[in-house]
């Protein structure tokens, strides 16, 4: 997910899993207030953007939905809740799925108008980073400190579980001695001791997942089983996006952008001529465009990066194309501009 972001929330191969039943905080849930009608919520912090095939869906913060035919006229969307939303996905035109602080997971079943709460768990003091459903039914949700949350039902239940086989050798080892001394402090140890993930990608019956301090893994199995990366670099990635040339490219904190002809097996650093953090990468028919901080647009064609400067130095966190027109979910609110 993105830099900007997560100075928000902190302040600038067979796996072994613990599965525990998501229990929602009824009482706080009790309590929640809805996203108040703004008239200027277009102009509001957005940290996502997607087409539906319907609607174009933002989201942000305060709670905030947007909801677009097309891409220029904005309608605010009825949302139970207050927080700062991070991520949002859709399996179809109808059926789509947000994410924020509190560990809370929105859903919508009429193109994203309205959204009910399918979970929401304050008291855990994490937020969900990103969120991703292979079918109507199957979906997880990934966030701070290793949160990785599982349906199988399309979000009527949501499971946690901690990804055993994630850890470096030496945590896992700590934590198998931990257990066996001490119970309870093991069970306080797992909630911090994986890293962020940040983003998950779905391609070609392939997960991949990708966090903070290089940390990049994959399924093949719909997320039942991982394979962790060996690092090729130690600071946060954001997004990875799989071409249309096949080639994966991923990127991240400070302009680090890389790619791998070979299914990550080794990658190539690309030069990008900016320290701006990526935030996005848009696949396109001939390549991809990196949205980042300072107002950077990066596109990326043939193995060769050509940036551009906006000129109001703003972060574009996420991107679609909408006739012609790139849409952007930035931290002044939604911004546009012509595709070149």
């Known amino acids: 997910m993105k830099f900007f972001i997560n100075c928000l929330l902190f302040t600038c191969i067979v796996f072994f899993t613990n599965k525990l039943q998501a229990a929602v905080n009824t009482k706080a849930l009790s309590s929640l207030i809805p996203a108040v009608m703004a008239p200027k919520a277009q102009n509001s912090l957005l940290t996502d953007i997607t087409d539906n095939g319907q609607y174009k869906i933002a989201v ?9 035919k097309d891409g220029i006229q904005w309608q605010q969307s009825n949302v139970p809740v207050q927080i700062l939303l991070t991520a949002v996905f859709f399996i179809d035109q109808n059926n789509g799925w947000v994410v924020g602080h509190d560990a809370t997971i929105l ?32 979906g997880v949700a990934i966030g701070a400190y290793g949160l990785f949350y599982r349906t199988l039902d399309g979000g009527k239940n949501w499971n946690s579980e901690f990804l055993s086989s ?23 140890e797992t909630q911090s001791i994986l890293p962020h993930f940040n983003q998950i990608h779905f391609s070609k019956k392939q997960i991949i997942m990708v966090g903070e301090q290089g940390f990049v893994a994959t399924s093949i199995d719909e997320g039942k089983t991982w394979l962790r990366m060996t690092e090729f670099y130690l600071g946060s990635f954001f997004d990875i996006e799989i071409l249309n040339d096949g080639n994966w490219l991923i990127a991240g904190l400070r302009g680090n952008a890389f790619v791998s002809n070979n299914n990550g097996k080794s990658w190539n650093k690309l030069k990008t001529n900016t320290q701006a953090t990526i935030n996005h990468i848009l696949k396109t028919p001939t390549g991809a465009i990196l949205s980042a901080n300072n107002g950077v647009l990066l596109t990326y064609n043939s193995g060769i990066i050509k940036k551009e400067q906006q000129s109001d130095g703003k972060a574009n966190l996420a991107t679609v194309i909408s006739n012609n027109q790139l849409i952007f979910a930035s931290e002044v609110g939604i911004k546009s501009q012509e595709l070149n």
Request: net charge negative; aromatic share 10%; glycine share 6%.
């Open 107 to 138: 859903n919508s079943k009429d193109g994203g108008i309205n959204w009910h709460v399918q979970n929401y768990q304050p008291e855990l003091d994490k937020p969900f980073l990103d969120i991703l459903f292979t079918d109507k039914l199957n």
């Open 60 to 68: 942000g913060k305060r709670g905030i939905i947007l909801h677009s």
């Open 166 to 188: 994630l850890l470096f050798k030496e945590d896992a080892d700590y934590l198998a001695e931990l257990k066996a001394e001490d119970h309870a402090s093991y069970e306080i």
